[in-house]
């Protein structure tokens, strides 16, 4: 089926008078959505993409300015549109990411409406699903969700306990050390987004505390090459959930944190402390102008190391298992260890201007008016599809590999999203599922 014509500033804004019924709605327009909608249009499926901004709105103004990538360029293979750039080996910065999401929507000019919101989703009586949009009413037979799973920056209720002279901001609102008052900085978190805006604000020259939480590490490079290809080759991003230890547990832990910036190279606290960043354990509380923090950061340093060199040791398994030629390395020694750990600090005498939250986003889900959530409000769902058949979800991490969500993974679960997708375009079957596994791609 013929696709309504688009053009606009990004490329993609479609006439204003559009159909009001689709045999698909797919609701976001970053990498995910986008994926999605290339499939879609393989398939000659009609659709329509609904994006509150604009496409890859994120990567524009909800990164910082020295944000790149901590996986290698030559990962990023969205559905028809892998990299080709000069630096396959290289971590694109976050320009050249909206660079890249841009010219993959100009290459097969997706259906894509910019600037519309969706604040409600229902199913009517008859099946069809029922969208309310700034723009009107809306139905579709099927809709994709790809609103990712890091939309809204959680900042946690202490934050209302501080003096109204320190300056707070979040990860996502963070652009660099210029947009902060003079003075010492508090960073609280320390996955990859706080330890990479701890990083950023050192090589800034800006004093630093840091809270550090149990993320875990892993090296940039090890025996030759970067730990991400050795991790490809092992087969590590293919891996489904449901073979994890922790199964679906794993979809709430923080990523390893590790750099792409200048080239790429670790992130070792220890050594940001031998130069001056101050550590502390866990933010616990903050009472009568006194912060107090856990003393655990002995606990998470020495877990974040073991998790790295746990990766090592993988690595050496899997060389001596292959018989490849790799040089060696010698095993890691920590350049610092906290001696007496700071539990409690006075903000009025440390210095202490500013604080930049990084614990983490939250899903938004509100305007869903679907029964697919469990009991935490997460979406339940296999490999991306509901519970309620229609209704898919695609970009969130963990989907079903590692690489889900991830320039890597997301071409693999679009696919698979687009056999169902398809299957019920051409037989629609309500309420059942059979034979959908056999169409679906990817599995």
């Known amino acids: 089926m013929s696709q309504p014509p688009t053009e606009s500033v990004t490329g993609i804004v479609p006439p204003p008078a559009l159909p009001t019924h689709y045999p698909v709605i797919i609701i976001g327009g970053g990498q995910a959505g986008l994926s999605m909608s290339y499939c879609l249009k393989e398939r000659g499926i009609q659709h329509l993409v609904f994006e509150r901004d604009r496409i890859g709105e994120s990567w524009r103004t909800k990164r910082w300015d020295s944000f790149c990538l901590v996986t290698p360029n030559w990962q990023c293979k ?18 050249e990411i909206v660079t890249y999401i841009e010219e993959y929507a ?6 894509v409406h910019e600037g519309v919101s969706v604040h409600r989703l229902k199913k009517n009586e008859a099946g069809t699903y029922e969208l ?13 969700i790809a609103t990712g799973g890091y939309q809204d920056g959680k900042t946690p209720r202490i934050a209302e306990r501080f003096p109204e002279n320190i300056f707070q901001v979040h990860s996502s609102d963070y652009k660099n050390g210029s947009m902060l008052p003079p003075g010492e900085v508090l960073v609280v978190g320390s996955g990859q987004s706080g330890c990479q805006i701890a990083e950023d604000l050192h090589l800034e020259g800006r004093k630093v505390h840091l809270c550090v939480g149990g993320a875990p590490r892993t090296a940039r490079r090890y025996r030759g090459r970067d730990v991400v290809d050795w991790l490809h080759d092992m087969g590590y991003y293919n891996k489904p959930v449901h073979e ?3 199964k ?6 923080a990523n390893h944190y590790v750099t792409g910036r200048d080239g790429g190279r ?27 923090f856990g003393d655990d950061l002995k606990h998470n340093l020495d877990r974040a190391d073991e998790v790295a060199n746990s990766i090592k040791a993988t690595i050496d398994k899997y060389i001596n298992s292959m018989h490849i030629t790799a040089p060696t390395e010698a095993p890691y020694k920590p350049l610092w260890e906290p001696a007496q750990p700071v539990k409690d600090l006075e903000i009025a005498n440390s210095g202490i201007t500013s604080i930049v939250w990084c614990v983490g986003f939250s899903a938004d ?3 869903i008016e679907v029964p697919i959530f469990d009991g935490k409000g997460y979406p339940s769902h296999q490999r991306g599809v509901s519970t309620v058949p229609g209704i898919y979800f695609l970009g969130l991490p963990w989907q079903y590999t590692w690489g889900s969500g991830r320039f890597s993974g997301v071409a693999q679960d679009a696919r698979y999203l ?13 309420g059942t599922t059979r034979g959908l596994n056999e169409l679906a791609l990817g599995s």
């Open 248 to 253: 679906e547990r794993v979809r709430a832990k």
């Open 365 to 367: 889900y509100s305007w």
């Open 244 to 246: 994890h230890p922790q």
């Open 418 to 430: 687009a056999g169902y997708i398809e299957q019920r375009h051409i037989a629609p079957q309500p």
């Open 266 to 292: 670790d992130i070792d606290l220890r050594r940001f402390a031998t130069e001056g960043m101050q550590l502390y354990g866990r933010l616990l509380d903050l009472k009568q102008g006194k912060l107090s």
């Open 78 to 95: 969205l559905p028809g549109f892998n990299y080709s750039g000069s630096d396959p080996h290289g971590f694109m910065k976050k320009d």
């Open 132 to 144: 309310s949009t700034t723009i009107g009413e809306y139905t579709a037979d099927q809709v994709v």
């Open 106 to 111: 100009k290459s097969f000019q997706p259906p």
